[in-house]
């Protein structure tokens, strides 16, 4: 699924056009720096409080903690780009960190797009069907799925581990992230490209959108103006909303942009503008890929009270400063929001 991080490479047959390397340079270390923060703040404290309230486990929980642990990982590495943008494209913290860096973004990058769709899909066998999810929703399934989520997401990105460090022989700097040109590699790059943005994009996309579909279809269906089904309806609608503005803004402009681009370097009429323009849109997609690690928190709190539940119960256990065990009594027995929320439309006893 991985490719050669193509999309941050900026040299073109057209020598003489003129450089983005400060806008590069500037915008790349102010966006990463501006996601480092809000990154670690908002996965840092979504995975403590999921952590800590993790007696209320369920599938869709589960799918929460992996996501927050692999957006804690890749914005651990966000600083290493912020260093090298700042010292101008000169890479100074050796040839294993090079690689780490690169395999940390790409790897969180899908891994966010698999763990969306297994959270869209716990979420539609939760309202579409509610009994059947009683036997495939379990925590022992959602480890399952999530163990081959990372293993796949890892094994198809480990491409980006053979590339590390090297030497411009024009500037005499050691680079990271901009691979040197290599003669023959651009059908390679192109079916590679097809292959993630099928596997990668296209195909969780398009679940999602069916998931999606029938959430809507079962909730207006079911919907005859109680309150708690028009709280059950909005709260799956803001989930949707915030999963496809994610998508939306974040993982949709990169891939078409990524595959724009490899066609755009078989062109040999380019001229400055198009090589420039192409250049810039390189930099603009690829912050916004990454931001997805600062979009991720906003899933967990707008999907609904279940992440709410979860801090208000955590906020009355920890301000029990002695530990009671009535303190103790209300995390475990306070139910999952998603396991309770849809009695009111589908009168099971209990929903993944």
Known sequence: MALDNITTTTTFNKTECPSI????????STVYSVITVFGLM???????VLLRTYRQTS????????????????VSTLPLRVLYYINKGQWNLGDFLCRVSSYALYVNLYCSVFFMMAMSFTRFLAIVFPVQNLRLATEKKAWIVCVGIWVFICTTS???LLSGQHTDPKTNKTKCFEPPERSGSLEKLVMLNYFSLVVGFIIPFLVILL????????LLRNSNG??????????AIRMIVVVMLAFLVSFMPYHIQRTLHLHFKTRKDTTCEEVIYMQKSVVITLCLAAANSCFDPMLYFFSGENFRHRLSTFRRASGNMSLTHKGRHALRSSPPVEESELQCCNGSDKVG
Do not use: E, W
Request: glycine residues 6%; hydrophobic residues 40%; positive net charge.
């Open 21 to 28: 390397d400060d806008f590069r340079n500037q915008i790349y």
């Open 59 to 74: 599938a869709f929980h589960i799918y929460m903690l992996n996501l927050a642990v692999s957006d804690l990982l890749c």
């Open 226 to 235: 109680v309150n708690k089904q028009r709280y059950t309806r909005n709260k």
């Open 211 to 218: 998931c999606y579909a029938g959430i809507l279809r079962t």
């Open 42 to 48: 908002g996965n840092g404290f979504a995975l403590y």
């Open 158 to 160: 480990s491409p980006f």
